[in-house]
């Protein structure tokens, strides 16, 4: 059965990834995205100028939304100390604030659907405590709370999930990534010996958005190699 979709964010990678899937699947994808005729998304999405951390706009949304992925993110990796106030501001309000304000805005329309569900991203970082990480780790782990936190609220109406990947291969990534030497390493430091893929990690959303997982709410699902839970 045919969706609609909203994507918030996610100019390329896991966004881009996802909405490729979508479409394919034959649902309706609607992308809001900063700079979004300049966004490499694919054939048959419907394209909107969105500023995420704009908490003033209101933008038109369909009368009905089936599943809502929420993409935009920062990352800041730099030892605490040299961490400001406003880099702790600008993850917490693009990655948790801007969550809230789009989801707020698109209750009425989450609520018409037969199934709604919402999927957010947190971060391996969370749950496994790395070095440099306290202002994504910070904002991230506000995700997961407001997570489980909307699930008890909103089931059994609308359904909340949240996938947690570790590094993955996407244009937030490239200062990790932007050397052969800095591949390799990273990619040792995950039990499966790889960078994660975007594809991958767009696949367990689309599942999260799908009927497949009508009994699946309120969860963090690591998409991550193992990363979490394994030492090797």
Partial sequence: MSKTIVIVGGNSGIGLAAAEILIKEGHRVIAFARNAAETGYADGVEYHNYNANDFLSRPQLPEVIDGLLYMPGTIHLRPFNRLSIEDFKEEYEINFLGAVHFIQHALPSLKKSQNPSVVLFSTVAVTTGMAFHASIASAKGAIEGLVRSL?????????????APSLT????AQPL??????????????????IGDPKDVAEAACFLLSNKSSWITGQIIAVDGGMSTLRN
């Avoid at 699930?151 to 996938?163: D, G, K, L, M, S």
């Avoid at 990534?177 to 790889?194: C, F």
């Fill in 151 to 163: 699930a008890a609220e909103f089931a059994p109406v609308i359904r909340f999930n949240a996938i």
């Fill in 177 to 194: 990534l932007n050397t052969d030497a800095k591949r390799e390493s990273n990619a040792n430091r995950n039990p499966m010996r790889k």
């Fill in 169 to 172: 291969d996407t244009n937030l």
